[in-house]
């Protein structure tokens, strides 16, 4: 059987800078999309779908396509080959020939190949959903057993080389997929479809999944380096603005400030105490109802005034939104008369009953992102409000049945990760539209992109012990990898912090010292015990925990506290260099050892350390009543503990103590580091 004949070769064509393969249904794309980066789609509609989903629309490029004889053609641009059999089957090549990614085809129809099988399985598959498009499949070779995989967003999982992690392409509270992976084999790719689905990082292959889709549809880019290849990325998927000065200092928040007065009198007794604060937060339930942005008269009587009295003692002020909104409400019935509201496709339209029965608006629809932001640009944002906190960002539901959701733009299992991404596009178009610049707000959830629109993301309400603290260590590691720069946690973890117990201010101690070496360091949590109810109308229905602020553990926890505040404060000329770069480049502030030396070999193991910026080595430590630990200091660079100020040249593993008033640090000697330990 000869398959090299004419009906083959006539599968592939050019066409302008894209290379086509068509054969029966389907429909291949592969074309240029910045440099050293390749982009892919296959359908098998009539027509290929118009959007780009993460990416950014590309610059012109004049890739190199080459036809074969043997009915093959390969599309180059830059370091970036893709070869296309007169099959349709795809293998990606570096510059130097060295096979990255190789689609896994297992069939009879190539008979010459030495991968011909019975099997039956493709590479591509489509797999048809009755009446409506395809649950899709993409699957690679697993080509080096000793390949390492980072990145995709935030999982509570304490893994820092994802090869053999099993990962759901879905969003849940302290759950944020962001389908971007760095490979040490010397590439980047990024599922580009926002379908709930799976990806398994298998031994024997990769796959990615999704549930319901129109297209296939990823992107692939080689480098030399992890910087190149995450700089690609970002220009692929775009950049964090320049973060505003007061985002880099403390920020102040629990759960939560039941009055203005109390509020104001947490704000007035930093100051008081001489203390550094720069944002403090007005959590939920500061509403009458959900749905409905605005202060509660009873207990906030005045926000322009506390806003004014805020801005005189040089803080800002944050102010939580949640996309619920009550049957209750005063906009519910306009909101639902004119589409605004988050459909389901069976029971109750109910998505989620906590403190009351409520829908999310649809961030999805453009009308309806208008129609919020013009609710807190009255109510908010015209007082004085910069900054917000856009919590419950996945969006988080009662159930998480993704099938049973549809939106503006389709369903849910379709498009559903793209909630957080268009939330913040909501309150970053609206604030831009003012004259905004350096925008951040804080967001529970991302997808690729999110950071083009100033998303700052934490990692949800997570537990308050060691194993969690480090599962965070973890998460913002790989969120960095995956395009997500500004990233931060609870300091002390947000459930079942005993305000009043010694274990808890150990742990708070020891998060406190990390929280300084993140890219926000922000204070929160849920304390027990619980507080009084201040009064039982409006939000005040909702309880409040124990106070939170850097004295109420006790003088020896303040003390320590109060070091890392001031610390915090000196770095502010570093910390900007980094939110430079992260604006800029895309680089992430929070870096995996091999971001900076790639070639020391261990450091692409985990020592569960990591660089703040290129020249601090942060030691975080993890573990209950731990007062010592090993740290591996990266070859090609000497390195200088900032307590004991003792050298230590790189390339070895050193133990140093760790007294419960210190973490250990390093910092590269030579760098320029315009701050004293």
């Known amino acids: 059987m000869d398959i090299q004949n004419s009906a083959y070769n006539d599968c592939i064509c050019r066409e302008g800078n894209r290379l086509i393969y068509h054969y029966d249904w389907e429909q291949l794309w592969i074309e240029p999309w910045g440099e050293n980066s390749l982009r892919v789609r296959a359908t098998k509609l009539a027509e290929m779908p118009k959007e780009d989903w993460a990416l950014l629309p590309p610059k012109d490029a004049a890739p190199e396509i080459i036809f074969r004889e043997d009915g093959s053609a390969s599309i180059q641009n830059g370091k970036l080959t893709a070869q296309l059999s007169a099959l349709g089957k795809l293998t990606f090549y570096n510059q130097e020939g060295k096979c990255l990614l190789e689609?896994?085809?297992?069939?009879?129809?190539?008979?010459?190949?030495?991968k011909c099988s019975s099997l039956a399985v493709e590479g591509r598959e489509f797999a048809p959903i009755?009446?409506?498009?395809?649950?899709?499949?993409?699957?690679?070779?697993?080509?080096?057993?000793?390949?390492?995989?980072?990145?995709m967003g935030q999982y509570q999982q304490a893994n820092y080389d994802l090869k053999g992690c099993d990962l759901e392409l879905a969003h849940r509270n302290s759950q944020a997929s962001v389908p971007f992976v760095l490979s040490s084999l010397g590439y980047g790719f990024l599922w580009n479809n926002p379908a709930v689905g799976r990806v398994c990082f298998g031994k024997n292959l990769t796959t990615w999944e999704a549930r319901s889709a129109k297209a296939i549809d990823y992107w692939v880019t080689a480098g030399d380096t992890p910087a190149e290849i995450e700089e690609a990325y970002a220009k692929a998927t775009g950049t964090v603005p320049m973060m505003p000065d007061y985002g880099m200092g403390f920020w102040q928040c629990k759960l939560r400030y039941q009055t203005q007065e109390e509020l104001l009198a947490v704000a007035r007794e930093y100051k008081r105490r001489n203390l550094p604060i720069d944002v403090i937060v007005v959590d939920f339930?500061?509403?009458?109802?959900?749905?409905?942005?605005?202060?509660d008269p009873t207990y906030w009587p005045d926000p322009d005034a506390m806003i004014a009295e805020l801005k005189e003692m040089g803080i800002e002020l944050m102010v939580s939104i949640w996309p619920t909104v009550d049957y209750c409400s005063e906009n519910f019935e306009e909101m639902k008369q004119k589409g605004y509201l988050v459909r389901t496709e069976r029971g109750m339209r109910i998505c989620m009953n906590y403190m009351g029965n409520t829908i999310h608006y649809d961030a999805t629809n453009p009308d309806a992102r208008r129609y919020l932001w013009e609710k807190a640009k009255k109510n908010y944002y015209d007082k004085g409000v910069r900054i917000f906190w856009l919590d419950e960002a996945e969006p988080e539901y009662t159930v998480y049945d993704f099938d049973n959701y549809r939106y503006h733009l389709g369903p849910n299992v379709q498009i559903g990760n793209l909630y957080p991404l268009m939330y913040a596009q909501t309150f970053y178009e609206g604030m831009q539209a003012e004259g905004q610049e350096n925008i951040i707000n804080l967001l529970r959830c991302a997808w690729a992109g999110s950071q083009r629109y100033g998303a700052l993301v934490w990692s949800g309400d997570i537990h308050s012990d060691f194993d969690t603290m480090r599962r965070q260590y973890a998460?913002?590691?790989?969120?960095?990898?995956?395009?997500?720069?500004?990233?931060?946690?609870?300091?002390?973890?947000?459930?079942?912090?005993?305000?009043?117990?010694?274990?808890f201010h150990e742990l708070l101690v020891r998060w406190f010292e990390y929280g300084t070496f993140c890219p926000v360091m922000r204070l929160h949590g849920e304390r027990e015990p619980h507080k009084p109810q201040h009064g039982t109308t409006g939000g005040a229905a909702c309880v409040s925990g124990a106070d939170n602020e850097v004295w109420s553990y006790g003088p020896k926890v303040e003390e320590i506290c109060t070091r890392y505040l001031w610390l915090r404060e000196r770095m502010r000329p570093y910390t900007a260099r980094l939110?430079?770069?992260?604006h800029e480049k895309g680089t992430p502030v929070m870096r995996t050892l091999f971001y900076e030396f790639p070639e020391d070999e261990k450091a692409w193991e985990d020592h569960q350390e990591y660089l703040f910026g290129a020249d601090l080595l942060v030691a975080p430590v993890m573990y209950k009543n731990m007062r010592k630990r090993k740290v591996y200091l990266p070859a090609g660079a000497s390195w200088q503990h900032v307590w004991t100020k003792e050298i230590y040249e790189g390339g070895q593993t050193v133990e140093v103590d760790a007294p419960l008033e210190e973490i250990p640090v390093f910092a590269r000697v030579g760098a320029d580091i315009p701050f004293v330990f």
């Open 130 to 151: 009755v009446g409506g498009d395809y649950s899709l499949a993409v699957r690679f070779e697993s080509l080096c057993e000793k390949e390492r995989l980072y990145g």
């Open 103 to 114: 689609e896994y085809v297992r069939n009879r129809r190539d008979m010459r190949s030495e």
């Open 475 to 503: 998460a913002g590691l790989h969120m960095g990898i995956a395009g997500i720069p500004w990233w931060t946690t609870d300091i002390g973890g947000f459930f079942g912090g005993w305000a009043e117990e010694p274990e």
């Open 285 to 295: 339930f500061h509403w009458p109802l959900q749905g409905e942005w605005k202060f």
């Open 579 to 582: 939110m430079r770069e992260a």
